[in-house]
């Protein structure tokens, strides 16, 4: 497996790749912060039954954090990361340096305008102008076929989408589903915060999703009645405090008053101090 630490040497992989082989021997990124976890794998796993070659992408994006969150104790494990990223069938890493992606000198950011407000955007402003923008910068940079992001970031992917179709950027975003613990909750890089009270507490944001979705799988439509009774599930769990509980359109993160098939719903809670999030599209 390959390591590559700067823009040039990843295009120059993609591109000689390009020039080898097939029309056909197609390019999978799969862009994360590293701490790789089952969640991650599945991702790989994804871009392998896809493509002739997957490159993972490690790097702790500085722009989608405020000031006052966990840029600086995110979770870093290059080594066990390169482990597992080669066990799953990546043939290359892409690791950059912060300045190799923002190099010196004015900024260039990328705004989906409107829907990087709403949902995390919301609570964590500027998150998404910082996600898509690295997304973008990766993209550029790796030119691969299609790019696989997990379902665990709902309101991302809407954002990366209307990225990639506003730019013409030509990659396929491939959606792939949540990966969960025995007990339901979303594996996270954050759950590694979570002490023992709270990593208990925090099965409460699967359990509102499997509520949410039960109750609608039997009919209940009315959003009120079912945010109200993902807040039920909420209000038991002391070290629990809500940010959000919506239900959305998927592609435009619009709320909606009446659920259908493919809304999106989403929670973000806060578990002492680890924020996480869950969802579910309605079927
Ligand atoms: P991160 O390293 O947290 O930025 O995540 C990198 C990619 O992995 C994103 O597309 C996430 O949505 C995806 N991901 C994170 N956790 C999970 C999970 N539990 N199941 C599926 N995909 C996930």
């Given amino acids: ?3 590559f630490r700067t823009v040039a040497e990843l295009r120059r992989w993609s591109r000689s790749l390009r020039c080898e082989e097939k029309e056909d021997a197609r390019i999978g990124l799969v862009p994360t912060m590293g ?7 599945s991702l790989i796993h994804a871009a392998r039954a896809r493509c002739a ?18 840029y600086d104790r995110y979770p870093r494990s290059f080594e066990s990361d390169c482990m597992l990223a080669q066990a799953g069938g990546a043939d290359a890493i892409f690791a950059p340096s912060v300045e190799e992606m923002y190099p010196p000198g004015a900024p260039v950011f990328i705004e989906v305008a409107g829907l990087g ?9 500027g998150h998404f102008r910082g996600v898509a923008t690295i997304v973008a910068k990766l993209l550029i940079a790796g030119e691969p076929d299609l790019a696989f992001f997990g379902q665990k970031d709902a309101a991302q ?10 730019l013409r950027l030509g990659v396929e975003l491939v959606v792939c589903p949540i990966v969960r613990e025995a007990d339901g ?6 759950n590694a915060y979570l002490i023992a009270d709270e990593r208990r507490q925090a099965r409460a944001l699967s359990r509102a999703v499997r509520c949410v979705e039960a109750l609608a799988a039997k009919g209940e439509r009315n959003s009120a009645v079912l945010i109200d009774a993902a807040r039920q599930i909420f209000a038991a769990e002391p070290l629990i405090r809500v940010d959000y509980i919506a239900l959305v359109d998927w592609a435009t993160l619009e709320p909606v008053e009446v659920a259908a098939p493919g809304t999106l719903f989403a929670v973000a809670a806060w578990v002492g101090t680890t924020r996480l999030i869950d969802n579910a599209i309605l079927g």
Wanted: net charge negative.
């Fill in 1 to 3: 497996m390959e390591i």
């Fill in 35 to 41: 701490a790789l976890h089952q969640g991650h794998s």
């Fill in 53 to 70: 070659h997957t490159v993972v992408s490690i790097f702790v994006n500085p722009t989608q954090f405020s000031p006052n969150e966990d």
């Fill in 117 to 125: 407000d709403r949902l995390d955007g919301a609570s964590r402003p």
């Fill in 157 to 166: 992917v809407s954002i990366l989408r209307r990225m990639i179709t506003d």
């Fill in 185 to 190: 909750l979303a594996l996270s890089s954050r």
